[in-house]
């Protein structure tokens, strides 16, 4: 597993019941987590007197109950700043578990900036949410695409980029549905040395466009091969669906990637250590392919 183990703002303190107990930054806050399917006692203190706690209801969706939590704030991870506020279906804007990945792809840029200065290193991040991956992508000296089918998320990315020291970052803000635009820079021949995409289970673009990922996911992942440079660097593949195990990834990136282009992958599950007991929360799966 990889465990994003780097943080300082954030930490899952503790999880019973379907729901993990959190501090992001100097809040405290309870949200959904339906793999936590284990009932432990709930004996740290926070579970009592939370800043914010996430309800959901039995007729789906949930709201926020909020106890002196601001309507929005802000955390660090190293170099990088995101602002956060409690929205739609427990989230605040940030997978604090990609931060393994930010980690990873980030030394992969690095290395190739200072293997050759000169070179632009072209990334597209694909279904880029609140821009996460993209600001530290741009702060390991890349050039970013950040498309995403919701303007406001976007625009929730720029302010990220802006708060992190980024403002004026070769970075490309694309408001669009996420295949048409990749059909489109193929028709235009862009190229990138970098692919990053977390799609959702089940979304709609902006025109209503559908995507629900088991039928999708291996024709677009197959798709975007052809934006791909000459001398690729990444690939990363995330995943939050129960049915795409690191497995499923591994065997659809060594089809597309691996066996045509060369390369290696690897794929594996992600995790947050619990400071509470020193065990790992599973958060997910990340398939990984390096052309070198």
């Not at 019941?17 to 806050?29: F, M, S």
């Not at 091969?225 to 000459?230: E, H, I, Q, W």
């Not at 282009?261 to 398939?287: F, T």
């Amino acid at each position: 597993m990889w465990i994003a183990d780097g943080w300082k703002d954030y930490e899952v303190i503790d999880c019973s019941a379907g729901e993990k107990l959190e501090r992001w930054g100097d809040y405290i806050l309870i949200r959904p987590d339906p793999q936590v399917i284990w009932n432990t006692p709930k004996t740290e203190k926070g579970w009592s007197h939370p800043n914010g706690h996430y309800h959901r209801s039995s007729k789906g969706g949930g709201e926020w109950e909020c106890f002196h939590l601001p309507k929005e704030w802000k955390i660090h991870y190293r170099d990088l700043t995101f602002h956060l506020q409690p929205f739609s279906f427990k989230h605040t804007g940030l997978f604090p578990e990609q931060a393994v990945n930010w980690d990873w792809f980030s030394s992969i840029i690095k290395e190739a900036k200072e293997k050759n200065p000169s070179r632009e290193i072209k990334i597209l991040n694909l279904f880029a949410y609140t821009g996460g991956a993209t600001v530290a992508a741009a702060a390991a000296g890349a050039s970013v695409t950040h498309v995403d089918a919701s303007k406001g998320m976007v625009t929730w990315a720029k302010e990220n980029a802006e708060f992190s020291g980024l403002k004026d970052a070769p970075i490309r803000w694309i408001v669009d549905d996420c295949v048409k635009f990749v059909e489109r820079e193929i028709r235009r021949g862009k190229k990138y040395d970098g692919i990053i995409m977390d799609p959702p289970s089940y979304g709609r673009g902006p025109k209503g466009e559908i995507w629900k990922i088991e039928e999708k996911i291996d024709s677009f992942i197959q798709l975007c091969t052809k934006v791909l440079s000459d001398d690729p660097l990444f690939y990363l593949v995330n995943s939050y669906t129960t049915g795409l195990q690191p497995a499923v990834l591994s065997y659809m990136m060594n089809t597309a990637l691996a066996k045509k282009i060369g390369g290696s992958v690897l794929a594996d599950e992600i995790g947050l250590p619990v400071s509470g007991n020193g065990l790992v929360l599973p958060c997910g799966a990340s398939g990984r392919w390096v052309y070198r």
